[in-house]
């Protein structure tokens, strides 16, 4: 039986729009870092952390996600191949001569 994970595209957004987000700060700090007084390069600072922060903990998120997922693929996958003995063993072999004739052929 495949366990399937739902997908966290709220979560891959909100990466996408983090990363974003801190490439405009930095441009932007970058920019106009040398007019900056002491308080709002305090600030700028802070918002520019703040936010490559949220985009890390979007990151550990995702990859968490993957994480998951590919462990319930090899779990359905070792599970299929315990209930399916002698169909993996053909699918292995045919996928071998298959490949086999691609590099013959070259």
Same mark, same amino acid.
């Given at each position: 039986?495949?366990?399937?994970?739902?997908?966290?595209?709220?979560?891959?957004?909100?990466?996408? %729009?983090? &990363?974003?987000?801190?490439?405009?700060?930095?441009?932007? !700090? &970058?920019? %106009?870092?040398?007019?900056?007084?002491?308080?709002?390069?305090?600030?700028?600072?802070?918002?520019?952390?703040?936010? &490559?922060?949220?985009?890390?903990?979007?990151? /550990?998120?995702?990859?968490?996600?993957?994480?998951?997922?590919?462990?319930?693929?090899?779990?359905?996958?070792?599970?299929? /191949?315990?209930? %399916?003995? !002698?169909?993996? /063993?053909?699918?292995?072999?045919?996928?071998?001569?298959?490949?086999?004739? &691609?590099?013959?052929?070259?």
């Amino acid at each position: 039986m495949i366990q399937k994970i739902p997908t966290q595209t709220g979560t891959r957004d909100q990466l996408v %729009n983090d &990363l974003k987000t801190v490439i405009s700060d930095a441009e932007a !700090w &970058l920019r %106009n870092g040398g007019q900056l007084t002491g308080d709002e390069l305090k600030a700028a600072k802070a918002k520019f952390e703040q936010t &490559l922060s949220s985009a890390k903990t979007s990151l /550990v998120d995702i990859e968490e996600t993957v994480v998951e997922r590919a462990k319930a693929t090899a779990k359905a996958t070792d599970e299929y /191949v315990a209930e %399916n003995p !002698w169909k993996s /063993v053909g699918l292995g072999a045919a996928i071998g001569i298959v490949i086999g004739m &691609l590099i013959a052929r070259k």
